[in-house]
Nanobody
């Protein structure tokens, strides 16, 4: 059974930072590209960044490029998202997702950016 468990969310002031983590199990993590998506209140899902298997190729939505960094540790079956220079519009539930398209997602971790 595929399991993805996100953590690291919280309340942060604008300009602050957070590091999200996703613990993966139930599949061979290193064989899959992974991505983060987010859902703001009342809105649909928005792709944030993705990372190909092996970690050499990363892609970012224009809204987060230069502020967010995706990474992975295949030895630990972990996916990460470093969020810097956070803005109020980054407030959302953040999910890690198996695969570059489609795929399963975890239960999410809430990020709230507010002063």
């Amino acid at each position: 059974e595929v399991q993805l468990v996100e953590s690291g969310g919280g309340l942060v002031e604008p300009g602050g930072s957070l590091r999200l983590s996703c613990a993966a199990s139930g599949f061979t993590f290193s064989n899959y590209g992974m991505r983060w998506v987010r859902q703001a209140p009342g809105k649909g899902f928005e792709w944030v960044p993705s990372i190909k298997r092996g970690g050499g190729i990363k892609d970012y939505a224009s809204s987060v490029k230069g502020r967010f960094t995706i990474s992975r540790d295949d030895a630990k079956n972990m996916l990460y998202l470093q969020l810097n220079s956070l803005r109020t519009e980054d407030t959302a539930m953040y999910y890690c997702v198996r695969g570059i398209t489609g795929g399963e997602r975890g239960q999410g971790t809430q990020v709230t950016v507010s002063s």
